[in-house]
């Protein structure tokens, strides 16, 4: 039987985020600060067909099916969810997830982010096709596995994200005071440095840019800002 290679992780991952309001700004600069990710919920997420799989004929005539169906239903319940794109210049990213252009694009040095994860924590490149994954016998004793499958699949017009997805288990996480908690919740970053740039939309307000531009330049974190040029945009270093 051939081997399956693993995916080669990009040198960069990046999170489009929605700053349109000053309060969503500062939501956003308190995983860059205090070096955390945010899991969300797979039923939190903008696709309502997240977690959806078939089965295969031979899995759906063991005996032991229902208890595994309504176990896989328990573990994607608890795994917590960040999801990543590996490019910052993807026009509908910016105008889907940043409101109009007018949000940030956060760069993560992928081996640094890496390693200050714990080792619960999967990083796993999304697949998509016009048909849900199947589940079969090779998930047949490993509900947790089968998850995490499940959970790395979309459907194919999706496929412009060009997504990779970081997905903790719920021990991983953590509640604000510390305590571990099921997804939503926070996933520490063990070492600092992995945020190693932030990119400004074109239509970002002016007092939102000054509150990112004075809190980020605190840390060693570069600053681009999008300027429309044509029917293209460029990149000016602000920081």
């Known amino acids: 039987m051939a081997k399956i290679d693993l995916p080669v992780l990009p040198p960069r991952l990046y999170r489009y985020r929605n700053v349109s309001t000053m309060e969503l700004a500062e939501q956003e600069l308190g995983p860059v600060l205090e070096h955390y990710l945010w899991c969300s919920n797979y039923?939190?997420?903008?696709?309502p067909m997240e977690g959806f799989?078939?089965?295969?004929?031979?899995?759906?005539?063991?005996?032991?099916?229902?208890?595994?169906?309504?176990e896989i239903v328990v573990r994607k319940s608890l795994v917590g969810i960040c999801c990543f794109s590996d490019t910052y210049e993807n026009e509908l990213m910016w105008a889907h997830y940043t409101a109009n252009y007018s949000g940030i694009c956060i760069a993560y040095s992928t081996s640094e982010l890496r390693s200050g994860l714990d080792d619960r924590v999967h990083i796993v490149r999304v697949a998509y096709d016009g048909q849900p994954p199947r589940?079969?016998?090779?998930?047949?004793?490993?509900?947790?596995?089968?998850?995490?499958?499940i959970l790395?699949?979309?459907?194919?017009?999706?496929l412009?994200?060009?997504?990779?997805?970081?997905?903790?288990?719920?021990?991983?996480?953590?509640t604000s005071s510390g305590n571990s908690a099921p997804p939503p919740g926070r996933l520490p970053i063990a070492r600092t440095g992995s945020v190693k740039a932030v990119y400004l939309g074109s239509r970002i307000k002016d007092e939102?840019?000054?509150?990112?531009?004075?809190?980020l330049s605190k840390r060693k974190i570069a600053i681009h800002a999008m300027k429309v040029s044509g029917y293209g945009h460029d990149w000016m270093r602000v920081k």
């Open 43 to 47: 039923r939190a997420l903008n696709d």
């Open 53 to 70: 799989y078939g089965t295969s004929p031979w899995l759906a005539k063991q005996s032991n099916f229902e208890r595994l169906a309504n």
């Open 135 to 149: 589940i079969g016998r090779d998930y047949s004793n490993c509900p947790e596995r089968a998850a995490r499958a």
């Open 152 to 158: 790395s699949h979309k459907k194919a017009p999706w």
């Open 160 to 174: 412009y994200e060009r997504e990779w997805r970081l997905m903790a288990n719920s021990d991983a996480l953590t």
């Open 208 to 215: 939102v840019k000054d509150k990112l531009v004075t809190e």
